[in-house]
């Protein structure tokens, strides 16, 4: 798709909390320091160690956050959509890249070059305060993730998953949501999933269709969420 007009870009800033304080000058001449990129499905956004380009805004598709053990195994630690911005730890952070991006779909992102985004916001204290409690919300994301991972069946954290994406009472699945994609979010492998499904919906929990998951008993779920071991 053609490239987006830049004022779009600076629109799209103004909605973002930690650029919401900024005038629309400032902006502009961010958004004129920005790099277009597009990316076809399976595509590598950035990498784990490399050095840290910049803050990225995803315009359009979806992408996966994730770490990757020494024999392959892949660890999802959060996924995201349009309208996201992501890489904080890179712009802020004397580090390299976390951890890797991928694409799920065909993805368009504005990279933000990380000394012109440092400039912007180290001239707001108001902004660099909301970019704190940005960064505050994800560690404790992340620990509430070490937590699941650590003391939790993966039956109790894919019913707690369930009821955080459910919209109503149901969990619809992308094109991109496989099997594989929501054991490795979930800190497992496929055959596990499978059998952790197979359980809840022969409880009487949930109903598993191919493109969504239909939530039965929302108290039931939130049950085995709280007390499956």
Known sequence: MPRPDRSELVEHLQAIP???????????????????????????V???????????????????????SADGREQILQFLGPG????????????ANPATAITLEAAGVWLLPR????????ASPDALLLVVEGMAQRIATLVQMVADLSLHSVEARLA?????NAEGAVVY??????????????G????????????????????????????????????KALLAG
Not at 32 to 43: D, K, L, N
Not at 115 to 122: G, H, I, Q
Not at 204 to 220: A, F, K, P, Y
């Open 160 to 164: 707690r998953r369930l009821l955080e």
């Open 46 to 68: 950035f990498l784990e160690e490399e050095p840290a380009q910049g803050l990225y805004y995803l315009h359009h598709g979806w992408l996966k956050i994730v770490k990757f």
């Open 173 to 186: 699945r992308r094109r991109w949501s496989t099997q594989a994609e929501m054991a490795a979010h979930l």
């Open 115 to 122: 000394s012109d985004v440092r400039r912007v916001l180290t």
């Open 18 to 44: 930690i650029f919401a304080n900024l005038g629309w000058d400032t902006l502009k001449a961010l958004a004129e320091t920005a790099h277009w990129r597009e990316y076809t499905p399976g595509a590598v």
């Open 84 to 95: 996201e911005i992501f890489n904080y730890l890179g712009v802020f952070a004397a580090t």
């Open 188 to 223: 497992t492998v496929p055959d596990v999933l499978n059998r952790a499904l197979r359980s809840l919906a022969e409880a009487g929990l949930i109903q598993v269709e191919r493109q969504q998951i239909t939530i039965l008993d929302r108290e039931g779920l939130a049950g």
